[in-house]
């Protein structure tokens, strides 16, 4: 094949590795499933290579089983990664991201608009080891200049941030970052790697939280680290040592969501929108916080940096309707079930508040989240009208 294939063949087209039966290769489509905690070795010689460090094979289940080393390597074909590492869920990715990349005496700079357990993590477990922590506006940009100290080691971003979906100007940041050699690090679940590139935009570390789009079904928890070829080392002989992993069979179902992320996706993004922009014209709604609509305060950052959109946004009704109304409103969904986490094909509904550590967008508000799926938004529509009968 001589053309560049487009991106849906490419997730879908994969070189396996089969067993053979009767001489005849096994030509399932799907790869072989491995688990395990014992890989046996052939004899003694390559037992003493295994201890020596030297075995070129894998020596043991935590040592990346086939369908992790698959996975992985779908991932960095598709982030342009030097290396992609799976954890077991989007919050160990992220967790040891920082642990990697900070020590003692470090300044660390955290979006105040990020995923709510990344800033517990900073703020008590990371301040334990002498790592100084900071909160960044959600929007920040070029303005990081000031929040810098000579010390500053890290920058850690999520572009739109969980909940109030600020975006943040990521080059005008990296640019700052990369004169000083400072790490950054993006948070990129919202976007997936179909909608931003974050190292074209000059990030060094993108996190993915596999358990939304990615797997695409609620029925895995996973995460993954990609890094530019500058931080591969350094990150490879942590994981190494940690001897995190993770799960074979969640693995090869987040290979096998690859291969129909597109078609999500682009089925999401069309149906969010469609949502969110009939919420824009309910006379109870005061603002409806999705980047790719006109009215979001960084939509030209969206329109400049991102090719589309996701399924997660939020709202706001007006001050008046945030008393005891509100979780009446939710209650009266049927078609939205109450719960966390995003990204798969049952619409999910959430309200919190929107309180940051810093004062923040919507200050003393609540925010209601939505994540449209992948049903009819005909049927969802109708179904938000039966909530608004509440304020009526
Ligand atoms: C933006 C974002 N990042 C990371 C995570 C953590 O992912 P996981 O649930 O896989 O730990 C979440 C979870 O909701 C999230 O919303």
Redesign the pocket.
């Known amino acids: 094949m001589t053309e560049k294939l487009h991106l849906a063949t490419q997730l879908i087209h994969e070189e396996q590795r089969f067993d053979t039966v009767g001489g005849k290769t096994i030509k399932t489509i799907n790869p072989a499933m491995y688990t395990g905690s014992t890989v046996l070795f052939d004899n003694c010689e390559d037992l003493r290579l295994a201890n020596a460090g030297e075995y070129p094979g894998i020596v043991y289940g935590t040592d990346r089983l086939p369908p992790q080393r698959s996975f992985e390597k779908k991932m960095e074909e598709l982030e342009g990664s030097a290396l992609t590492r799976a954890f077991p869920?989007?919050?160990?990715a992220?967790i040891n991201t920082l642990l990697t990349f900070t020590s003692s005496g470090d300044h660390v700079l955290i979006c105040d608009n990020v995923?709510g357990?990344?800033a517990a993590f900073c703020s008590k477990i990371l301040s334990k080891y002498d790592v100084a922590i900071d909160f960044l506006p959600p929007d920040i940009g070029s303005n990081i200049v000031q929040y810098l100290q000579p010390n500053t080691r890290l920058i850690y971003l999520?572009s739109p941030g969980?909940n109030t979906f600020e975006l943040q100007d990521i080059p005008a940041i990296t640019k700052q970052a990369t004169k000083r050699d400072i790490i950054t690090v993006v948070?990129n679940?919202?976007a997936t790697p179909l909608f931003l590139n974050p190292f074209a935009l000059g990030v060094d570390i993108i996190?993915q939280?596999?358990?939304?789009y990615i797997s695409g079904h609620s029925d895995v928890?996973?995460?993954t680290v990609s890094v530019n070829q500058r931080y591969a080392e350094e990150f490879d002989n942590f994981y190494q040592v940690m001897e995190t992993f993770a799960p074979p069979q969640d693995c090869y179902l987040a290979l096998r969501g690859l291969k129909t992320l597109p078609v999500r996706l682009a089925y999401h993004q069309q149906a969010a929108l469609e949502v969110a922009q009939w919420l824009e014209q309910q006379p109870s709604v005061e603002r409806v916080l999705h980047p790719a609509l006109p009215s979001h305060p960084q939509h030209h950052l969206w329109q400049r940096d991102f090719s589309g959109s996701s399924g997660l946004f939020a709202f706001l009704v007006h001050k008046k309707w945030e008393g005891p109304l509100l979780p009446q409103f939710v209650d009266n969904l049927d078609l939205f079930g109450i719960g966390?986490?995003?990204g798969g094909y049952k619409s999910l509904v959430t309200i919190g508040s929107s309180n940051r550590r810093k004062q923040g967008n919507y200050a003393n508000r609540t925010v209601i989240r939505l994540n449209i799926g992948l049903e009819d938004p005909g049927d969802l529509i109708n179904d938000l009208k039966k909530g608004f009968m509440v304020f009526q």
């Open positions: 869920s989007g919050i160990s992220i995923y357990p990344t999520e969980s948070d679940t919202w996190i939280s596999v358990t939304k928890l996973l995460g966390y986490s995003w």
